[in-house]
Nanobody, 130 residues
């Protein structure tokens, strides 16, 4: 069982930056694949970025490539999403997600699919003004 708590959201002007954090409980955090998802007002939750168990195992949505960076510090059981050059369309709630299935079964998961993740945080609001 893993509990995830996001923080770092807020109001920022277009072109600005924010760093989101996701603190996880549990002592085996390093074995989890983690992801960030974004839900804009009135829209479905969509994939933003993911990070596997190794540092180079990252994936990004095309809309955030070159602007967002996902990272983790396993010793702190924390995942980060550095968001630069923010745009008004980045506005919404950002959710952190985690799953251990890949480490357990050895089978690759579709990191872009929200249903692949078992554990979710409560979300943090990001608002980008134009």
């Amino acid at each position: 069982q893993v509990q995830l708590v996001e923080s770092g959201g807020g109001l920022v002007q277009a072109g600005g930056s924010l760093r989101l954090s996701c603190a996880a409980s549990g002592r085996t955090f390093s074995s989890y694949t983690v992801g960030w998802f974004h839900q804009a007002p009135g829209k479905e939750r969509e994939f933003v970025a993911s990070l596997g168990r190794s540092a180079g195992d990252t994936d990004y949505a095309d809309s955030v490539k070159g602007r967002f960076t996902i990272s983790r510090v396993n010793a702190k059981a924390t995942v980060y999403l550095q968001m630069n050059n923010l745009r008004p369309e980045d506005t919404g709630v950002y959710f952190c997600a985690a799953d251990q299935e890949e480490a357990i079964t050895g089978q690759a998961m579709d990191v872009t699919a929200s249903h692949e993740y078992k554990y979710w945080g409560q979300g943090t609001q990001v608002t980008v003004s134009s």
